[in-house]
């Protein structure tokens, strides 16, 4: 399987100059592309008797290269492979709004998510170094992989950049053969059918009050201005930590998960459905449940152990792991689950978790 790995790199000014430029160039690229694709589903909308074909990433980038590249001399101060790059991953964007798996695309805008891809001359040279093309030799703070791997993607956050490349690993074989369920809500992370319960982050809960007063001491500052560049980076750095402890608790409790367990069993939760609910929205999306099942996906794939995903209608929390009887109506603000049945008392998200388990027996 193919496996994903990022780092940070250790940078001079001048590489850092060089970086801004390749993300520039694909940032141009992209909206260059967007804007003309735009106009040719407009051209086919309006007229329906004279339609052109909507074009391929290979002929966007033969334009770009006659129309663009000739009037635009700083595009070969950059690898040829950054724009093509780009108008691929534009093509796919298309690709994936005509099946109607995501939305259109949209234009990209200077410091917001800037990043690009190199192919072709990627070599990892020794423990820290990686050579990528035009930019030359890049430094990391930690070890590589000695792998050998014809793309990278280099991306910013904050004030920081990272260089992420794939490459093949063997999978391996699980020895345990234990069947755990796996309950996630917006008190705990993930309650565990063996008892065990995972505490969330709350990494956003935690600093919302800094990031609220750093945005408002940020509101009457001139935009372009150096106290407006200096407080956006600040605010930059704070959303970088929330999310970086954030997916360090993911992490860490997916991979005790996927290594410890044979079976693990959740729920196939509506999320963007449950993200409607506005007074619980902003816990939903501190907690990260799709970003919870993304991980646990592949790395149950990395470290052989299955996983489960049972049916969202699956009434979980309204039966008994006692018995088995279905309640009918059972409040969110129940937090303890009574049979009426047999009597069973114990903790909703447990009574949860352990019919998670027994589902799949």
Known sequence: MLLGFKTELKLNKAQR??????????????????????????????????????????????????????????????????????????????????????????????????????????KILGNNKIQVPCIGVLKTYERLPQVLIKSCTISRQADRWFISFRFEVDTQESSFDSVVGVDLGVKNLATLSTGVVILGAKSYKNYEAKL?????????????????????????????????????????????????????????????????????????????FFEFRRQLTYKCELYGSKLVVVDKWFPSSKTCSNCGTKKEILALSERVFECGHCGFVIDRDLNAAVNLSKAVS
Request: some cysteine; proline content about 2%; hydrophobic content about 40%.
């Open 17 to 122: 100059i060089a970086l801004m430029k390749h993300c520039g160039v694909a940032r141009h690229a992209w909206n260059w592309g967007l804007a003309l694709t735009k106009q040719i589903l407009d051209h086919n909308k309006n007229n329906p008797d004279s339609k052109i074909k909507f074009p391929s990433a290979i002929d966007l980038h033969k334009w770009l290269v006659a129309l663009v590249k000739s009037e635009n001399e700083w595009y070969y101060e950059c690898s040829k492979s950054t724009p093509q790059q780009a108008l691929m991953a534009l093509r796919e964007s298309w690709k994936r709004c005509f099946n109607k798996t995501a939305g259109t695309p949209l234009f990209k805008k200077k410091g917001k998510r800037d990043s690009f891809t190199l192919e072709g001359t990627v």
């Open 212 to 288: 609220s007063r750093m945005q408002w001491l940020n509101r009457h500052k001139i935009i372009g201005s150096a106290n407006w560049r200096k407080a956006q980076l600040q605010i930059a750095r704070l959303h970088r930590k929330i999310a970086n402890i954030r997916k360090d608790t993911l992490h860490k409790l997916t991979t005790l998960l996927a290594k410890n367990h044979g079976v693990i069993v959740i729920e196939d939760l509506n999320v963007s459905g449950m993200m409607a609910n506005h007074k619980l929205a902003k816990a939903i999306a501190d907690m990260s």
